[in-house]
């Protein structure tokens, strides 16, 4: 499974974020700067984060985002899958496979992805940003 690379600056700024001092403001321009991101690119990933309710976005001169709770609280796997925006890995319905009603491999697949995200679910913002990640990501705020 890849994910895409809206999912991926959106787990990149949840880091950041996370190990910034609580409340601290952060510019859209600063991150995508950061990690090498169109700055439209990480306008549209941090619009949908707010709008899911993870990130406070301040609008105006001295706005920024910022988590809108504790790190503790973001599931990665409810995370990925939101911004994934897609459920399955293959439809078999657009166009019509020829094996639609006779072929295993969607149940397959659908079990492994419930799987992959049930995994994800035992982790947290928190545990995605210990140790040597937390450190790294200091250096990169610098």
């Known amino acids: 499974m890849q994910l895409t690379r ?39 990933v941090v619009q949908f984060m707010g709008q899911q ?20 609280s973001y599931r990665l796997g409810d995370i990925v899958r939101i911004l994934e925006r897609k459920d399955e890995l293959i439809e078999c319905g657009r166009p019509l496979c020829a094996l639609a009603g006779g072929c295993a491999l969607k149940q397959l697949l659908d ?11 035992r982790h947290t913002l928190a545990d995605a940003i210990a140790g040597t990640t937390r450190q790294t990501i200091i250096r990169l705020q610098k």
């Open 111 to 121: 079990n492994a992805t419930d799987t992959f995200y049930t995994e994800l679910n």
């Open 6 to 44: 809206f999912t991926d600056l959106g787990l990149r700024v949840l880091m950041f974020l996370g190990v910034s001092e609580p409340g601290k403001i952060r510019t859209i321009a600063e991150i995508a700067e950061k990690f090498g991101a169109a700055p439209n690119h990480t306008t549209k």
């Open 53 to 72: 309710g993870w990130l406070d976005n301040i609008r105006g001169k001295g706005g920024g985002i910022h988590l809108a709770k504790p790190v503790e």
